[in-house]
């Protein structure tokens, strides 16, 4: 069965780490653009970091940005979220998801932007971050 699994995700205290990683199950990651998208309850779901399919090219959201880092293991088939300095605020469902538009661009403007969710053709189930003390 083709599909992404997300893990990594658990409770951990604000100023601390986790790292999530996308596994791609019966197709190659490297083949797609990969998103990092999350949402918080009674929120709208948001971009958070994106990837080309080739790795040269990533983005992060604002809110993210030096304290996220997105990176490919091609050997591995995986696409990792590294976060650090978490805090309350970062507490969603975070879920990964594979585009393969070759339009797609990586920044948070424009109709194909990696921040775009309709561009994305399959997800995965997400995975849980809780930032608490």
């Known amino acids: 069965q083709v599909q992404l699994v997300e893990s990594g995700g658990g409770l951990v205290q604000p100023g601390g780490s986790l790292r999530l990683s996308c596994a791609g199950i019966?197709?190659?990651?490297?083949?797609?653009?990969i998103g990092w998208f999350r949402q918080a309850p009674g929120k709208e779901r948001e971009g958070v970091s994106c990837?080309?399919?080739?790795?040269?090219?990533?983005y992060y959201a604002d809110s993210v940005q030096g304290r996220f880092t997105i990176s490919r293991d091609n050997a591995k088939n995986t696409v990792s979220l590294q976060m650090d300095s978490l805090k309350p605020d970062d507490t969603a469902v975070y879920y990964c998801?594979?585009?393969?538009?070759?339009?797609?661009?990586?920044?948070?403007?424009?109709?194909?932007?990696?921040?775009?969710?309709?561009?994305?053709?399959?997800w995965g189930q997400g995975t849980q971050v809780t930032v608490s003390s």
């Open positions: 019966g197709f190659r990651l490297d083949y797609y653009n």
């Open positions: 990837v080309s399919g080739s790795g040269g090219s990533t």
């Open positions: 998801a594979s585009a393969a538009d070759p339009r797609m661009v990586m920044h948070s403007s424009g109709p194909y932007s990696c921040f775009t969710a309709a561009l994305y053709q399959r």
